[in-house]
């Protein structure tokens, strides 16, 4: 059985209306094309000293990091990022949650256990296959104030998955001692590529869903950069956008989907 790892970000929510939660699901073969492409990106965009050595670019990627100065460089990394879907390298959904709808209030309760529910609902939802799940959320999503049990998680995550996946399986090819949840472990965003490339998408698609384009102080490199995000999604001939309120987009390879709770006492959709 394949092993995939699942890397996740969510939005620094204050008081916008759509919080958003993103992911990444890549095939542990596939971890090497990804960091191997950052690495030539960074190589390309160093510099050189006065004394002739030469330095890689050594910051890190980051939506709140956006300006003029590195445009170029973001731009050839979501260039990267839409052609590692492209190519099947890796897949990703971000989760928009409405922070205004009674139903996800009821449901989530995002000042207390809320992150552990939404946490779970990325997971669950957008794993689709019968396989080994690595799970590396960004050490920031588990702040003192929103803290998410990882290991209730895990158990949970774990249970569901097994009713998912284990009808598909013979029991012969079942995974064995952990089951399909190998590990959940936060991880710093500064220390791998795949959080530093969706915090980046996720960022541009929370200044489009929350309006924030709009601003009278909005960033004009943000802005340039959402829309040429923006532009990738819906030039691919492989994503189907939908949505007035707030886009949509549906695809086998990038997803954005509104959650909706179907009620606020199980843990589904």
């Known amino acids: 059985m394949r092993t995939i790892r699942i890397y996740s970000d969510e939005s620094r929510h204050k008081n916008e209306r759509f919080l958003l939660l993103a992911g990444i699901w890549v095939p542990e073969e596939n971890v090497q094309i990804v960091e191997d492409s950052i690495l030539a990106l960074r190589q390309k965009y160093g510099y050189t000293n006065s004394t002739g050595k030469k330095t890689d670019f050594l910051g890190e990627f980051k ?15 979501v260039d990267l990022f839409f052609e590692w879907t492209n190519q099947d390298v890796l897949r990703s959904c971000t989760m928009l949650v409405d922070t205004q709808d009674p139903m996800v209030v009821a449901h989530s309760n995002i000042k207390k256990e809320g992150y552990f529910k939404l946490l779970y609902q990325l997971y669950y939802h957008n794993s689709h296959i019968p396989a080994i799940y690595k799970i590396f959320p960004d050490r920031i999503t588990n702040p003192t104030q929103r803290k998410v049990n990882f290991e209730t998680l895990d158990s949970c995550l774990e249970a569901a998955l097994h009713k998912k996946f284990a009808p598909l399986l ?17 991880i710093d965003s500064k220390s791998t590529p795949f959080i530093q490339s969706i915090d980046v998408i996720m960022g541009a698609l929370g200044y489009l869903q929350n309006g924030l384009f709009r601003k009278p102080d909005a960033k004009k490199a943000k802005v340039e950069l959402m829309k040429y995000i923006f532009n990738k999604i819906a030039l691919s001939g492989a994503i189907k956008i939908s949505g007035k309120t707030f886009y949509v987009a549906k695809s086998t390879k990038f997803n954005i989907w509104l959650f909706r709770p179907r009620n606020k006492k199980g843990p589904q959709e």
């Open 63 to 77: 939506w709140t990091k956006v300006s003029d100065k590195y445009m170029p460089i973001y731009k050839e990394l």
């Open 170 to 186: 013979n029991p012969t090819d079942r995974p064995s001692i952990r089951g399909f949840i190998n590990n959940i472990t936060p």
